[in-house]
């Protein structure tokens, strides 16, 4: 791949990792907040990423959330150019994929791979445009570079590394074990011009005292010629950030009066729902793994949005969960859907068009007198409103294809702005309904739903998401050399 002409001048560098999961988006985040709290304009950019975990945009798209709260270390809006190819995973084998905010298609693996080349000028346009507003850009890659069977047509890592002619920073993560050999064999499978890219690295998740891995950093700079960065200490408070792969979903959380169960269907989508529940002390948010019943004691079962509404509805069947949630509401228990949760709940599902699965009808679970139809449209808008049992505002995102109707929208769960209803709520008042994501994130909203179970909200959740990435930035700080990461930025 050739380079691209792009704004040369602007500082630029590329994180990447020796692996998947080695922590590359959270120190991304530390380091956008990091530099933006010394003044500068700072941007992150990752040009291919894989999440059905996706924000909705200020200019009405959607990215990966990674980029969503990286956006918020630089204290900036979130623009589809941080993000420009998104794939959302919707079987094994094919994925939804996004381009620059907006559905491109549904391709199969091998089909992308031979269409991924094609995306590079948009992929360019979009790094153009971060970078003619920032003083610094931080871009994250995928996976890792060393997947060297993928490297034709590459636009997550060296290849776009090499379009735009950045520095690469390389991130391993000494948790998972074997931390010299990943980052050295990582300098083995790469060409040579890929390891003269490569200016530097650091290691990740250091338990203990840093210290004892002085001689580890040495003989990784002696047997790659890279400079060593800095070794980052475990960072507790991260786990209290969003995730954004469904891997970072721990089985529960807290240890308060109030127990929302949620079963974790296999393709999980927008689970940031989740978020503020699990910081707050007055519940116990306890995710279902697949295999595992509903527990009897729950006092709502929430259920998420899915990546493929039709496939999780016959995965959720497959589990006896059908059964376990006809039993929770025969207890008296509450019902929370959220978008393809709100679908599930329906009498049935129709995709006419063979959008998600073969075309045709599917029963639904049965809990709202409501019918949804599959529709290649996708909104993807920011939402606010009231909730209309408690009168709290709130607010949030939509991002979903389909249309619900039914005599249970009668009851709508929200009012949004210009008067339009959404959801539907069940008539004996324990099922609920929404097309609305984040809704949770909103503290009034969050407090009025948790009172009425009895439970006490204690946290305003956007803000303490900012001092966690304050604290995260200051952690980086004194455990880089980030002055060495700067003029690496500086560099190209």
Excluded at 34 to 61: C, E, H, I, W, Y
Aim: proline share 5%; with cysteine.
């Amino acid at each position: 791949m050739t380079t691209v002409s792009t704004n040369t001048s602007t500082p630029a560098l590329m994180i990447q990792g020796t692996g998947s999961n080695v922590g590359k988006s959270l120190i991304v985040a530390g380091l956008c907040r990091l530099f933006a709290n010394r003044g500068l304009t700072v941007r992150p950019f990752k040009p291919q990423n894989m999440s059905n975990n996706a924000a909705v945009t200020d200019d009405g798209g959607e990215i990966g959330r990674a980029q969503a709260l990286q956006a918020m270390g630089c204290r900036t809006p979130l623009s589809v150019h941080m993000n420009p190819v998104l794939l959302k995973p919707e079987t094994d084998t094919g994925a939804q994929v996004i381009v620059q905010g907006k559905r491109f298609g549904t391709m199969r693996a091998r089909e992308y791979g031979r269409q991924k080349e094609q995306l590079i000028p948009k992929v360019m346009e979009s790094f153009s445009i971060v970078a003619s507003s920032s003083d610094l850009v931080i871009v994250e890659g995928a996976g890792s570079p060393a997947e060297i069977n993928l490297r034709s047509g590459d636009i997550a890592n060296m290849g776009f590394a090499e379009a735009a002619d950045l520095p690469v920073v390389l991130c391993a993560d000494i948790d998972r074990g074997g931390v010299i050999a990943s980052v050295v064999g990582t300098h083995a499978v790469l060409e040579p011009e890929e390891q003269q890219r490569i200016k530097g690295f650091f290691i990740n998740r250091f338990r203990g005292d840093a210290s004892l891995f002085d001689d580890g950093m040495r003989e990784i700079s002696k047997r790659t010629g890279w400079q060593g960065l800095g070794v980052v200490p475990w960072f507790a408070d991260a786990s209290k950030l969003p995730a954004e792969d469904a891997l970072g979903l721990a089985d529960g959380f807290g240890e308060g009066s109030l127990k929302i169960v949620v079963p974790v269907i296999s393709r999980i989508a927008n689970f940031d729902d989740l978020d503020p529940l699990r910081l707050e002390p007055g519940v116990t948010l306890e995710l279902v793994q697949p295999g595992d019943p509903l527990p009897g004691d729950a006092d709502i079962v929430l259920l998420p949005g899915s990546k493929s509404t039709v496939g999780d509805l016959a995965f959720f069947k497959k589990q006896g969960w059908d059964i376990d949630l006809k039993a929770h509401h025969r207890r008296g228990g509450h019902i929370l859907g959220v978008c393809g949760g709100y679908q599930m709940l329906g009498r049935t599902i129709s995709d006419p068009e063979g959008i998600e699965s073969e075309p045709g009808t599917v029963e639904g679970l049965g809990f709202l007198d409501v019918e949804t139809v599959l529709t290649p449209e996708k909104s993807t808008v920011a939402a606010e409103g009231v909730h209309l049992t408690s009168g709290a505002p709130v607010s949030g995102y939509e991002i979903h294809i389909g249309r619900t109707t039914g005599p249970d929208c009668v009851r709508p769960m929200m009012r949004l702005a210009g008067e339009r209803a959404d959801g539907a709520v069940s008539e004996d008042g324990r099922v609920y309904g929404t097309y609305m994501h984040g809704l949770f994130t909103h503290d009034a909203f969050r407090s009025a739903y948790l009172k009425a179970f009895g439970a006490s909200s204690m946290l305003t959740y956007n803000q303490s998401i900012d001092r966690i990435l304050d604290d995260l930035a200051e952690h980086l700080e004194m455990a880089m050399d980030i002055d060495a990461i700067f003029r690496i930025a500086k560099s190209r």
